[in-house]
């Protein structure tokens, strides 16, 4: 190998890491408080919602779908918590079960008409987007979900959300750990090994790579298909515990941007390790780039309207360097 | 007067040459027809001629005059029309037969006016159809709604609006039944008689006997051989599948026929009309079986591997009944099937060499538990890094990408794919597609080294491949076997007649059907 | 970071910009405005688009420079979590003081209060952050209501058939229901015929659907309560395309520029509005937090008083925008809550 070629090589593998440690010095220099620990963990926090849902989609990318329906499934399982804890008066154990049964059905509603109706993915997990923004606004009756809401049947809500439920979203560990990065944290670590060290995460890549070629090395395509349907709208449903939990109440405008922000986040991973292909390191990495650029130039006073247009040229960098200078090593 | 010649014609890519110089004159007034078997570079030359592949060796002359075309419009422009074998590129389905006959030059086609102008475009196409006869269409009927062979004279019909020098038709009966080619053929015939020179290709060679006037025939890459009319297919097959007074390398060789059976197919009908077919495979032997495309090769081996259900009849392995739903439960079932078109069916282009090999069989890389899906990367690194020596893969080792491999070894990764656990049967559809000799000798020999206990059965079409590495030559025609031989006692002139002889001719078809 | 800067100040509005000379310090400030450090207050917020929230942050950034301090506004439209987030970047940020503005209370509740816990003084604006050091400030959407409810009154004379928009769960609205129903109890006269709302965007054009609906059922109907613009811009398009803008008077809260030119136009149906000026809340907010910098007393419950516009007053005047609103009505401007000796305000201007 030349010495050209190591240099192109070292670009294409750690490029994207530089740029993530440069921003990160630059932007302490500018703003010290952008280092402070605390800070660091706001930059987390501030992502753990987003980067959860990226990581379910992350499943879906790899077999080589895409689930459009996560930001609502995570808006729709806020209200259904809001729901089970101030009108049901579930517990918080039942409520969070409940959740997770949900996201899980929605998956495998996905995963049928994708596999066994051959829905084009985008189009069904569009159509299960749009029914499900519909869905969660049914029970309140379009209404938000707190406590002492009028019911449409005239009574008044009094259950409210319990503080177990609300600590998986506010709570901290030692005073200073939040309890979502934790999970956060935790669930990148499982994808990562589920997808990168055990069987059946190479063949959801395997079935990404050439499905037809999975097939016939005896994997059960469409059943794996379906399965990473159902991870995806799980881990969205996860997404959307901790969003309830945080902002403790049935919000209708919760889901609000949360899809593109994970789509972003996911896509964005595939430049890190110059790895051309969904993964949940990039996956985080990529989402907590993201959340690290805007919470700095927060800090700096850039206003709202310029945060989109940040994540926009991110996100465009990430996929030129992915698909254009990584591809032609 | 010729009005395309193609000149000492040469193709490679990459490592491999596909077309090793052939040269062909079309002549106006004449069906010109090309046959080769697949993977001879016959769809190479056609691509050649019209315009997909810019770069190739040798020169194509158009009514005398040199020309070199940079894209498949350009070859246009200078007058190759084709008609390409799938149907439904050549035709809009969700416009009328008017606005197909007339899409080139009225709708998008260079001075097409700025207007739609529905007259202009009726007049024109009534012009182009009269001319093709397509007389008994109405015009303004939308293309989805007619018959598959209408669709594919509105096609031609459209290629001849412009007078080609060259109509060249790809496989234009694959999708037509035997009414609707004869339907296709008087129009054929009557295109002749108005001078119009045809390049027909196809695989059907009793089509061919039925209209061509001469046949090219290329094999391996090379010119194999120019037939005029009147020909018998066996002379058109000959020249495809080899030369018939080649030495015999094998000919000394005396098989083992004494392993045990490890697969029986008992009366077992592949497709729908054919007769039962009976075969027995031994441990240790590899068979070998060959025909024609559309004899029943890839049927067999789909129905061995549970991706078709075979209409009537047994497999047995090891002498009980097996019945396999799925490439699973075939693999369960222990046979294994290295499949054909390596790229579409086999290779997982983003993966590693390991993992390419690995993949069928991770359970025997579990690490701990095996509920926990874990893989020990250790074992499964040893396991590639044997079966990458074993079969003289070249490669910077095994976590090489499979794509920076040449089509040899990439085969080479996907059949050892396969070796890394015992199998009672393993099926290699035309595995030898596409690779060098090289690659092919590497591969059979460590076929040869491994079927001690499986019964290995190879499918292709050329019948050189198969006399390379099998024990017994077994002829399929019309889905059953229609011949057998041991190596050691080959008689190509008969396996050949086997794989020639129509259907009807048959006493065991007749009995079929 | 000048250009990000000056974006930012064009988003204050060229009025802002043009205003009179800031108004000389009355005095000496009292610590920490004296001079020895820049102080920087955080404003957080829930909502960002549209008029009101447009005015309001104008309202506030010109008053933050009139005192002199630095005021960092953070936003995501409508992204509940991110303001939460905020709230923790900002004590992140070491900030002296943080404004909230709007918000969940189920949300914002935790990090207020964990700010309170690091000495960071907060204050809120139409948001219960339910904290006894946390100082509110609000419009009073009962007396909005009430005002714009006694227009009527006096209009017809304490007898009304009523047609009502309405949308129940919504905090102000809910305030503002409570005048209706007080009204209600105390006029007979004053009788509720029908009641519609919907939040679809866009509020005018679908409340319009709806009203238009009601005006055929009850053709007796001759007032309209719409406690806010936006319902009432939909009142006002229904009565239009039905013709019957000279037999019903519509009375609602809230006021804009495009709320007072459809009020101004001949023949409207529009009589009346009761409204706060954002800007003045804006500035309000600046001024709380600067007086709790500076130890000051403050009340915890810091309202808004709205001001009534009648059709007639608003013609008379001649009054065609905001800013000659805010000209030719002072009392809208001078909102004399939260005041200083030590801290100017731009009278010339917006509050």
Redo the contacts between chains.
């Keep these: 190998m030349s010495r050209k070629g190591d240099m192109s090589n070292f670009f294409i593998r750690y490029g994207f890491l530089i740029v993530v440690a440069v921003s990160f010095v630059g932007l302490g220099l500018v703003?010290p408080?952008f280092w402070?620990g605390?800070?660091q963990f706001?930059i987390l926090?501030?992502v753990t919602?987003y980067a959860i849902l990226a990581l379910g989609l992350t499943f879906t990318l790899v077999i080589d779908g895409l689930d459009l329906s996560v930001g609502s499934t995570a808006a729709m399982t806020v209200m259904a918590a809001s729901y089970c804890m101030v009108v049901a008066e579930m517990s918080g154990t039942a409520t969070v079960l409940t959740c997770l049964a949900l996201g899980a059905l929605i998956g495998l509603v996905n995963g049928i008409l994708i596999v066994r109706l051959r829905i084009p993915d985008l189009l069904a997990t569009l159509g299960t987007m749009f029914l499900i923004q519909g869905l969660q606004l049914i029970p309140s009756g379009?209404?938000?979900i707190?406590t002492g809401?009028?019911l449409p049947n005239g009574e008044e809500a009094a259950g409210s959300?319990s503080d177990g439920f609300l600590f998986l979203g506010?709570g901290r560990l030692f005073d200073l750990v939040p309890t979502p990065v934790l999970f956060m944290l935790a669930l990148a670590v499982i994808v990562y090994?589920?997808l990168d060290?055990?069987?059946?995460?190479?063949?959801f890549?395997?079935i990404?790579?050439?499905a037809?070629?999975?097939?016939?090395?005896?994997?059960?395509v469409d059943r794996y298909r379906i399965v990473a349907y159902v991870l995806s709208g799980l881990i969205a449903s996860v997404g959307g515990i901790i969003?309830a939990a945080?902002?403790?109440?049935g919000?209708v405008?919760?889901g609000?941007?949360l899809l593109l922000d994970a789509v972003g986040a996911a896509l964005i991973g595939f430049a890190v390790l110059g790895a051309?292909?969904p993964n949940a390191f990039g996956t985080i990495v990529g989402a907590i780039f993201v959340g690290m650029l805007l919470?700095g130039l927060?800090?700096?006073?850039?206003?709202?309207f310029?945060?989109d247009f940040i994540k926009g040229v991110v996100l465009v960098a990430a996929l030129a360097f992915t698909f254009g200078l990584a591809r032609r090593r | 007067m010729t009005a395309v010649s193609v000149r000492d014609i040469g193709k490679r890519f990459g490592p491999t040459v596909a077309l090793h110089g052939v040269s062909f004159d079309f002549n106006p007034g004449e069906i010109f027809a090309l046959v080769g078997a697949n993977g001879a570079g016959k769809s190479t030359l056609i691509k050649i001629i019209c315009g997909y592949y810019p770069d190739y060796d040798g020169e194509i002359l158009v009514d005398g005059k040199p020309v070199r075309f940079s894209s498949p419009h350009e070859a246009y422009r200078n007058g190759i029309a084709t008609v390409h074998q799938l149907i439904d590129q050549g035709v809009v389905p969700n416009m009328t037969i008017a606005e197909n006959l007339a899409l080139a030059e009225l709708l998008v086609g260079e001075g097409a006016p700025f207007f739609y102008r529905p007259q202009q475009i009726a007049r024109r196409a009534a012009e182009i159809a009269a001319r093709m006869g397509l007389d008994h269409l109405d015009l303004d009927m939308q293309v989805a709604d007619l018959a598959q062979s209408d669709r594919q004279l509105i096609a031609i019909a459209r290629a001849l609006a412009t007078d080609p020098k060259l109509l060249i038709l790809d496989e234009p009966t694959s999708s037509l039944s035997e009414r609707e080619a004869d339907r296709l053929f008087s129009r054929l015939d009557r295109l002749r008689r108005e001078g119009v020179a045809i390049l027909y290709v196809s695989h059907r060679l009793h089509e061919i006997e039925r209209i061509a006037d001469r046949v090219g025939v290329i094999r391996d890459g090379r010119f194999g051989g120019l037939l005029q009319a009147p020909f018998k297919v066996t002379e058109i097959v000959t020249a495809m599948v080899g030369d018939l007074d080649r030495a015999e390398d094998r000919v000394a060789v005396v098989p083992d026929q004494s392993g045990a059976p490890r697969l029986e197919l008992r009366d077992l009908v592949v497709m729908p009309g054919a007769p039962p077919l009976n075969l027995v495979a031994r441990a240790g032997e590899i068979v070998g079986v060959t025909g024609l495309i559309g004899a029943g090769k890839s049927e067999l081996a789909q129905c061995l591997f549970g991706l078709r259900q075979p209409v009537s009849g047994q497999i047995l392995v090891d002498g009980s009944p097996v019945a396999s739903a799925s490439a699973a439960q075939a693999i369960g079932n222990g046979i294994f099937l290295v499949p054909e078109d390596r790229a579409a069916n086999a290779v997982i282009p983003e993966f590693t060499i390991r993992h390419n090999i690995t993949l069928p069989f991770l359970r025997d890389f579990g690490a701990l538990f095996s509920w926990s899906g874990l893989i020990r990367h250790d074992a499964e690194k040893r396991a590639a890094m044997r079966m990458i020596g074993a079969m003289g893969v070249k490669c910077d080792g095994e976590s090489a990408e499979i794509g920076s491999l040449s089509g040899g070894n990439q085969q080479k990764v996907v059949v050892a794919r396969w070796l890394v656990k015992p199998s009672r049967v393993l099926l290699l559809d035309e595995p030898y597609q596409g690779i060098d000799i090289r690659s092919r000798h590497d591969i059979n020999a460590h076929l040869r080294a491994n079927c001690r206990d499986r019964a290995v059965i190879v499918f292709a079409a050329d019948l050189d491949e198969i006399l390379e590495v099998a024990d017994r030559v077994v002829v399929l025609n019309h889905g059953a076997v229609a011949g057998q031989q041991l190596v050691g006692a080959i008689d190509r002139r008969q396996l050949v007649h086997w794989a020639a002889q129509a259907p009807q001719s048959r006493e065991k078809g007749r009995a079929a059907v | 970071m000048s250009l990000i800067k000056s974006l930012a100040l064009t988003a204050v509005g060229v009025a802002a910009l043009l205003a009179a000379a800031p108004a000389m310090a009355q005095g000496a400030k009292p610590a920490p405005f004296d001079g020895k450090k820049q102080v920087h207050v955080a404003l957080i917020r829930q909502m960002v688009e549209g008029e009101f929230m447009e005015m309001y942050r104008a309202g506030a950034e010109r008053q933050a420079e009139l005192i002199g301090m630095k005021l960092t506004t953070f936003g995501k439209n409508m992204d509940n979590q991110s303001q939460a987030n905020f709230v923790y970047q900002a004590i992140n940020m070491g900030v002296d003081g943080i404004i909230i503005d709007h918000g969940l209370t189920e949300t914002l509740k935790k990090p207020a209060a964990d700010a309170v816990a690091k000495g960071i003084p907060v204050v809120a604006f139409d948001v219960d952050l339910q904290h006894p050091e946390i100082n509110q400030i609000a419009q009073d959407d009962v007396l909005l209501g009430r005002m714009a409810l006694e227009a009527m009154l006096k209009d017809f004379q304490g007898k009304a058939n009523i047609g009502y928009v309405y949308v129940a769960g919504i905090l102000p609205l809910d305030k503002r229901d409570k005048a209706f129903t007080d009204i209600k109890g105390a006029n007979p006269g004053m009788k509720e015929i029908a009641r519609t709302g919907t939040l679809d965007s866009p509020f005018s054009v679908k409340n319009a659907e709806q009203v238009k609906a009601v005006l055929r059922a009850n053709p007796t109907i001759n007032a309209y309560f719409a406690p806010y613009d936006e319902f009432g811009k939909g009142v006002v398009m229904a009565l239009e395309e039905t013709s019957m803008t000279d037999k019903v008077k519509v009375y609602t809260a809230d006021i804009s520029t495009q709320d007072i030119q459809l009020m101004t136009k001949p023949g409207s149906p529009w009589a009346a509005t009761a409204a706060t000026n954002p800007a003045a809340i804006g500035a309000v907010s600046v001024r709380a937090i600067a007086k709790k910098l500076a130890k000051e007393p403050l009340d915890h419950e810091i309202t808004i008083p709205p001001t009534l516009f009648t059709q007639a007053e608003l013609i008379s005047s001649g009054v065609k925008n905001m800013k000659q609103l805010r000209e030719k009505f002072p009392a809208f401007n001078q909102v004399d809550r939260a005041t200083a000796p030590w801290i100017p305000v731009d009278k010339a201007g917006m509050f």
């Design positions: 703003q408080a402070s605390p800070n706001s926090l501030g919602v379009g209404r938000s707190g809401m009028i959300f506010q090994v589920v060290h055990t069987r059946w995460g190479r063949v890549y395997a990404g790579g050439n037809e070629a999975a097939r016939l090395v005896g994997a059960e969003l945080r902002v403790g109440r919000d405008s919760s609000g941007g051309r292909r919470n927060t800090m700096l006073n850039l206003p709202y310029w945060q």
